[in-house]
Nanobody, 127 residues
């Protein structure tokens, strides 16, 4: 059973960059489908980006394409989300998720597909 811990959130000005990290223990990130979701106050949790277990295909929500990049470091058992050109509407708690199922990248965009979740890290973008 994998455990996930997010870090790296914080306050950044609009147009700035931030990288959030997800450290996995109890399993290798290469063995799981991994994703980032986010949840703003009063809103449902929404998909941001995912990376499949093999061959590591990535898939992004339309609103982050060209701005965010998901990656993983198998040696460090970590998954990252590099966020550039941040906007105030990107403000949310960002959650890391993992699934043992061998879904393709499109199915990994669905919040119901994940068994494991981190506690979240707050990202605030000021205007």
């Amino acid at each position: 059973q994998v455990q996930l811990v997010e870090s790296g959130g914080g306050l950044v000005q609009a147009g700035g960059s931030l990288r959030v990290s997800c450290a996995a223990s109890g399993g290798s990130v290469s063995s799981y489908g991994m994703a980032w979701f986010r949840q703003a106050p009063g809103k449902e949790r929404e998909f941001v980006a995912c990376i499949s277990w093999s061959p590591g295909s990535t898939y992004y929500a339309d609103f982050v394409k060209g701005r965010f990049t998901i990656s993983r470091d198998n040696a460090k058992t970590a998954v990252y989300l590099q966020m550039n050109s941040l906007k105030p509407e990107d403000t949310a708690v960002y959650y890391c998720a993992a699934t043992e199922a061998r879904y393709n990248a499109v199915l990994l965009s669905r919040v119901q597909k994940y068994e494991y979740w981190g506690q979240g890290t707050q990202v605030t973008v000021s205007s």
